[in-house]
């Protein structure tokens, strides 16, 4: 299915490369190299229809205009994104020219360029022979802000996600689960949200009783069962931005040990929420959301991180872990979804993302936390 490109202009990518090069030039690098992912998508609106072996890279740089090295074959497509006009195209031809050759006089002998992380070691390797004295650090953790500060426009498609993918969930819970199988609820997920405007669909986790106690289960055959919990985790993009939530139900009426377990899941994701705002740190966050599972005696079973960010992508910095001293700004937007995973029984986890506002947090994701009742 063709993505609808963000509907952004040539002016808003001219800003955003604009911004990423300064940023790289005051933390003392030569420039930014892009490759094909989530930064040339938010940097210049040209997402690639499949992942290409042949060198595509976009060269950021003080002193030049940005220069986007094409193959020739492919250079209609990148004439025709939307940040096109505020870049040079410069191609090259199987064959005929060695990209590495053409891009070299880009860039300074001797510099040092933050690149984007998903880069092909190949292309750095090429790089690298064509001029030796180049070298590399990896874009997020040299300028961790490029994309976690997201504008207003960027906002209101981040809300139109969230607010699609939870319109998704009122309705999956007016489906019956017991005697269907998870990947048949599964489907219906992602069904509701292409019909609430996702154009791609990343994941429908669908983990009944004891696969819900695996934070990596999918969805599979297993027949959902009176009694069973239930925990569902889904997002994709829609208009080009992402959405990602959780919610755990139940089939009939719970017991009170799990309606406990919900409850701690619950009042841990609102302690998260509670302590977003800004200048307070990623790990901050995390360990908020955690203290409240390790006070109730669940630590051990809490076994990833609280959260990650969300853009152009459903999965990406900054991560909210600890270990990660990066202050929260207004206008980053992140997921907080902590979980108690009890191998063998059942899991629970509730996901919202949020965004940082000058006085905390506002929820992207609006739905009801407690434990629905299913059929
Ligand atoms: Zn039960
Ligand atoms: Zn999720
Ligand atoms: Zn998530």
């Known amino acids: 299915m063709p993505l609808t490109p963000p509907p952004f202009t040539a002016d808003d990518h001219r800003a955003r490369m604009d ?45 030049r205009d940005p220069v986007l090295v094409v193959p020739a074959l492919e250079a209609g497509d990148a004439a025709h994104a939307p940040g096109a006009a505020a870049l040079t195209l410069r191609d090259w031809t199987d064959g005929r020219h060695d990209p590495y050759a053409v891009t070299a006089p880009l860039l300074d002998p001797k510099g040092r360029y933050a ?12 790089l690298g022979a064509a001029l030796p004295g180049l070298s590399f650090a990896a874009l997020t953790s040299a300028l961790p802000m490029l994309r976690a500060v997201k504008d207003a426009r960027e906002l209101e498609l981040l809300s139109a996600a969230g607010a699609a993918a939870d319109a998704a969930y009122e309705q999956v819970l007016t489906l019956r689960f017991a005697g269907r199988r998870e990947r048949e609820v599964a489907d219906d997920l992602a069904d509701l949200l292409r019909r609430f405007g996702h154009e791609r669909v990343d994941f429908t986790i669908v983990g009944s009783g004891p696969n819900g106690a695996d934070p990596h289960h999918e969805a599979g055959e297993r027949v959902i069962a009176e009694g069973d ?14 959405s990602d939530t959780t ?71 900054p991560y909210i872990v600890e270990g990660e001293k990066q202050p929260l700004v207004e206008g980053m937007c992140f997921s907080v979804e902590p979980g108690i995973y009890l191998p063998g029984r059942f899991g ?25 009742l299913v059929e």
């Open 19 to 63: 911004r990423a090069t300064r940023a790289a030039a005051d933390a003392g690098f030569a420039g930014v190299l892009v490759a094909p992912g989530p930064d040339l998508v938010h940097l210049t609106g040209y997402r690639l229809p499949a992942d290409t072996e042949r060198l595509t890279l976009l060269v950021l740089a003080p002193d």
């Open 115 to 126: 690149v984007s992380d998903n880069t092909w070691a190949l292309h750095l390797l090429g």
């Open 247 to 317: 919610r755990t139900v139940h089939v009939g009426e719970a017991t009170a040990a799990e309606r406990h377990v919900h409850e701690v899941v619950r009042e841990a994701q609102q302690a998260g929420v509670d302590a977003v705002r800004p200048g307070v740190t990623c790990e901050d966050v995390d360990r908020a959301a955690r203290a409240i599972i390790e006070s109730a005696g669940y630590g051990d079973l809490f076994v990833h991180r609280t959260g990650h960010g969300i853009g152009v992508t459903t999965h990406e910095p």
């Open 229 to 242: 919990m239930v925990v569902m985790d889904f997002g994709g993009l829609k208009d080009g931005y992402g």
């Open 348 to 372: 629970v986890r509730i996901e919202d993302i949020v965004t940082v506002t000058a006085d905390g947090a506002r929820r992207l994701n609006t739905t009801d936390r407690g434990m629905a």
